[in-house]
């Protein structure tokens, strides 16, 4: 696990992050608009039980930051656990696109992946987050027989 | 693969020589299979299997963009997995 070091990207590769920047899963159903005034901020992977699977590199923005423009039809919303977070995708092509954060509701977090023109593998050391210690998952400890 | 549930989807793009195979449910990518003209093969996602994930090697970011149909087809056939399809 990586030591969080809070970075942030107004370029990525060839590509300068505008300060409102759209967003696409791969199909194109769904388009995002962002609102991302300081870039890309804080990008990490994370490696609860659904973010492993999915290995998104993702970042945050408050919830005022994320716009809906096409496709809300077609988003699927998945929710497990606590089901606290909501965790959305293309119901065509699979491609998650945000969540409503569970350490913070008044967050969305979004597939950096999916932010027009960006190739997440061109952000150097993306940190990993303990999500599978999630501090909402630690259960007292039984009293002992 | 033994039987398709309701909750799996199929999606096909570009070429359009690949199921990818994706959960309704949640959204995953699960794997995907090809049909050539010999038989079926298919590639599992190694996320879906967290258990083994520590046990591999760092994975390699590969460029498959040149390749034409007939080379996509024929590295399948060397490295994918042979399936049968129920």
């Known amino acids: 696990m990586t030591t969080p070091t809070k970075r942030s990207y107004r370029r990525v590769g ?11 899963c791969h199909c194109g159903a769904v388009v995002l608009e962002l609102d991302l005034p300081n870039g890309i901020e804080d990008p990490r992977r994370c490696n609860c039980s659904i973010c492993r699977r999915k290995g998104a590199v993702v970042a945050a923005v408050p919830l005022s930051g994320l716009r809906v423009v096409k496709g809300a039809d077609v988003l699927r919303l998945y929710q497990f656990n606590t089901k606290t977070a909501r965790h959305y995708f293309c119901g065509n092509c699979g491609v ?7 350490v ?16 997440p593998f061109d952000i150097p050391d993306v940190p990993t987050s303990d999500g ?14 | 693969m033994e039987r398709e549930p309701r909750t799996l989807s199929r999606y096909r793009f570009a070429k359009k020589i690949t199921d990818f195979l994706i959960c309704r449910a949640c959204g995953a990518y699960i794997g995907a299979t090809m049909q050539s003209a010999e038989r079926s093969f298919g590639i599992i996602n ?3 299997l967290p258990s083994m994930l520590e046990h591999l090697k760092r994975p390699q970011a590969m460029e498959y963009g040149s390749e034409t149909t007939a080379d996509r087809v024929g590295r399948r056939e060397q490295r994918w997995t042979p399936i049968a399809v129920a």
């Open chain 1, 14 to 24: 060839p590509t300068e992050i505008r300060a409102t920047h759209r967003a696409s």
């Open chain 1, 132 to 145: 599978v210690n999630h501090p909402a998952d630690r259960h007292p400890a039984r009293p002992s027989a």
């Open chain 1, 96 to 102: 998650y696109t945000h969540h409503q954060r569970r």
């Open chain 2, 46 to 48: 190694v996320r879906m």
């Open chain 1, 104 to 119: 913070n509701p008044n967050e969305y977090g979004f597939n950096v992946g999916c932010l027009e023109g960006v190739d």
